[in-house]
Nanobody
Framework: QVHLVESGGGLVQAGGSLRLSCAAS????????MAWYRQAPGKQRELVAG???????NYADSVKGRFIISRDNAKKMVYLQMNSLKPEDAAVYYC???????????????WGQGTQVTVSS
């Protein structure tokens, strides 16, 4: 099965930058779309950025112009470059992947364990 591990979270000052990484591993599978979600205390989990297998991207309005999502298909990784960070960006960030299982060609959604991003002012 597919296992996702996020890394790169931490503490950064407002206005700073941080780069999150998510590595996918496991049995035979092919990745379709990849995305980053975040959830702050007391708030619902929200989509931050997504990227299709063809490289098309979409972003939440709150991060447009500041965040960039990218992927490396050979490495089966997805990244989130976060610039000009604001205190409101503080949250647990989760990697999200939709993958196709080779054994039965079935699609399934996978979530990472999350990585904490803290922005200080």
């Amino acid at each position: 099965q597919v296992h996702l591990v996020e890394s790169g979270g931490g503490l950064v000052q407002a206005g700073g930058s941080l780069r999150l990484s998510c590595a996918a591993s496991g049995t035979m599978f092919s990745i379709n779309s990849m995305a980053w979600y975040r959830q702050a205390p007391g708030k619902q989990r929200e989509l931050v950025a997504g990227i299709s297998s063809g490289g098309l991207t979409n972003y939440a309005d709150s991060v447009k112009g500041r965040f960039i999502i990218s992927r490396d298909n050979a490495k089966k990784m997805v990244y989130l470059q976060m610039n000009s960070l604001k205190p409101e960006d503080a949250a647990v960030y989760y990697c999200h992947v939709v993958a196709t299982r080779h054994v039965d060609m079935g699609a399934k959604t996978y979530w990472g364990q999350g990585t904490q991003v803290t922005v200080s002012s």
